[in-house]
Each structure stands twice: as C-alpha cells, then as structure tokens.
C-alpha cells in the first residue's frame, strides 16, 4: 500500500515530539505529581513493569501448578506447612512461593495461615487446557532463554521445534501440525503428547465455535487435522444429528477411532492422509479448520484453502477458528506470543482477519466473513461460502 508522504510526514512529527516528552525525566515527575495525571501515569507505570517481571510471573505460577499447590487447595483450605510437606519444600520457601502466588492471585489467605485458592487460581484448577499448556511452555521458555539467540539461529531450531517435528524415519522432516505431534512411524505412541495437548486445550476453543456459529444448517462436518476428535466430540454432543468426518495422518487417525468410540462416536468416519500432500474427501458440506493454518506457512495455507474449496459443494462453507494477530485488547496473544512460537516451532506465522480473507478470495471462496466470538483472545472465527 502507499503512504501519503503528507499524512506519513505529519503522523513522523507528532509521534517524534510525542516521544520526546514522554522520555523526559522533567515530565515524567510532572505526570506523577498532577492530580489530572496520575493515573493515566501510574497505570503505564504498572503496565510497563508488569512487561518486565512477566517472566517471573509466569514462573511463579508454574511453580504453584508443579508444586501441586492449586491442586491441593481445589480439595480445601491447608496451611503452610502441609503444603510445603506435599511439595516436599521447606517451610521457608513454601512461605516465598506462596507469597508470590498470592500476588498473582493464585491463593489467598482465608485466616492466619490458611491458604485456599484465589480467584484465577479457582478457575486454573479446573481449566485442563491452561494447565497442559502450562506443562507444554517449558519447552518454549528454555528456547526464550536468549531470545536473539534463538531469533539469529533462524525458526525451528530449539526444543519447541522438536516437539512439532517428525521423526527422520518418516522422511518427512516438517511441522507436525496437522493437530497430529511427533509422528515417529506407525502406531500412536509417538504422537499421544501432542495429542493429549490438543485436547485438553480443545474443549475452550470448540466453546466460542459453537457458541458463535450455527451447524443446524448443515448436513455433514468434516474436521481437517483433528487429531483425536476432540472438536468433533464437541460438536456431536451439541449436534448429535449431524455427521462428521475426520481427516489427519494415519498415525493419528489410529489413535482416533479408539477414543471416539469409547465416547459413543463410532459413527465419525475417519480419513488417513496428509493435507499437503493428497486431496481432502469430498462428501461434507462445511470444512473446520480448528488451530491448523496458523501453524503454517502461506505456501500450505494457500494450498489447502484450495482444496477445501474443491472439497466443499456449491454453497458449502468454511470455517477457521483461531486466534489471531491484531485483535484489539489482545494484542499480545496474536501478536507477541504466536509471533515468538510459531518462529520457536519453525512453521506458521499469527495472521489478521485481512489476511485471511485475502487468502480466501485468493482461493475461490466468493464470500467470507469473521463472525464474533465472546473471547477472541482464544479464537476468532472466519466463515467462508463456496
């Protein structure tokens, strides 16, 4: 797009004055001290050392999660000592852990030494999706270590990486994430951790979906790279008379039929293959493409947009659901977070709605829309109509 030198000239001035003030020690005292500044001062003041400590933060929670602190407390009230006796922690450094848990409002005190769960340790204690996600960001903060580092050496190359990748063996040597993990040759051993986080973090994101989006319409949905069903187990318990589909890797789809059936959905049927390199089955009349095309990049997305699109009949629609870079209030999720993994992972980047809509049109679709989600932090949702 070009730029308005006018526009873009004017815009240079104000933000370069802008900034100068705001650098300016003088100032920066001035907006503490004035009643009609001080909060709009002291709330960049919290927000900008939140930035700085939020590395702490996170490992002070995981700390608590680790220790079996929110799992202890879910059960009720305990002191100190019991706490630090599960965790097999000294008594002092119960004290220090749970001072900084309780700063983050994991725990609470109810009465002198009586620790129970603070509000967002409450509704931690319940969300399995948050909680494997928490076991899962080791990895990734090992490779944040040294951001630069692991930036100059270019994507994929640390242990976020290998957990999305297959095995030499396969001979596929790229991402895994057809919602599939580690594929190491047959069976499903290989790729259960992957799958396991899949879907323990699916049933939030499979929540804004069917709240937002209506499958009455439609006759038959088909999940690509839906790993173990989890999406699909969703769906059915909502729409139990709409058929369904599932499309991943052999490996995967293995794993599958056990799990979906031990769930009363024998009737999925189930499709072994690869979306990069064979064509989607035909037969459904909407598509979900559920935390698949941020993982990759746009030569695949490109790709597989077409062959959903030849995939789907005259007036069938489809759907991706994930979250999403530039989504207002946040910013950090889209942009920050999924930007820094995806380059951990070494496939995909955090796309926008444009983005998306351009790859659709891109594709064929003739008409594609978002259509709002309660808490687009977890997904958004586009609609696409063949």
């Not at 220790?67 to 100190?80: E, K, N, Q, W």
């Not at 000294?90 to 620790?115: C, F, N, T």
């Not at 930036?151 to 599939?180: I, N, S, V």
């Not at 955090?350 to 809509?357: E, G, I, Q």
Request: aromatic share 8%; hydrophobic share 45%.
């Amino acid at each position: 797009m070009a730029h308005d030198p006018a526009t873009t000239g004017w815009k240079l001035r104000w933000l370069n004055g802008r900034n100068r003030v705001l650098a300016n020690p003088a100032f920066q005292r001035f907006a503490m001290r004035n009643i009609f500044m001080r909060r709009t001062a002291r709330y960049h003041a919290n927000s900008m050392f939140a930035v700085i400590t939020g590395f702490v933060q996170t490992k002070a929670l995981t700390a608590a999660v680790d220790a079996g602190i929110v799992r202890r407390l879910s059960d009720g009230p305990a002191t100190t000592a019991e706490l630090a006796q599960g965790a097999g922690l000294g008594l002092e450094a119960m004290q220090r852990l749970l001072g900084a848990a309780k700063a983050i409002d994991v725990v609470e005190l109810a009465a002198p030494d009586l620790w129970v769960l603070g509000q967002r340790g409450a509704a931690l204690s319940t969300n399995q999706g948050a909680l494997a996600m928490i076991e899962h960001h080791k990895l990734f903060y090992d490779d944040l270590a040294d951001p630069l580092a692991m930036l100059r050496g270019g994507r994929g190359q640390g242990k976020l990486a290998a957990f999305w990748t297959y095995a030499p063996a396969a001979g596929q040597g790229r991402p895994a994430t057809e919602d599939a993990a580690s594929w190491q040759g047959e069976g499903d051993g290989a790729v259960s951790p992957y799958s396991a986080l899949m879907a323990a973090s699916q049933p939030m994101v499979a929540e804004q979906v069917l709240d937002a989006y209506d499958f009455r319409r439609h006759q038959c949905l088909m999940d690509v790279g839906g790993g173990h069903g989890a999406f699909l187990a969703e769906v059915a318990a909502r729409h139990p008379r709409l058929s369904l589909k599932l499309f991943d890797l052999p490996a995967v789809v293995a794993g599958a039929k056990a799990k979906l059936a031990a769930r009363g959905l024998s009737h999925v049927v189930l499709h072994g293959g690869s979306f990069r390199d064979d064509p989607l089955p035909q037969g459904a009349d909407v598509i979900s493409l559920v935390r698949i095309c941020h993982d990759h990049d746009d030569d695949v997305v490109r790709a597989l947009l077409k062959k959903a699109y030849a995939a789907l009949p005259p007036g069938g629609r489809l759907l991706i659901a994930e979250p999403m870079a530039g989504t207002p209030g946040a910013e950090v999720m889209g942009d920050a977070y999924f930007g820094l993994y995806l380059w951990a992972m070494g496939s995909g980047r955090p796309r926008t709605v444009a983005d998306y809509l351009a790859l659709l049109a891109e594709a064929g679709f003739g008409s594609a829309r978002e259509v709002g989600t309660a808490l687009p932090m977890v997904t958004r949702l586009i609609v696409a109509e063949r």
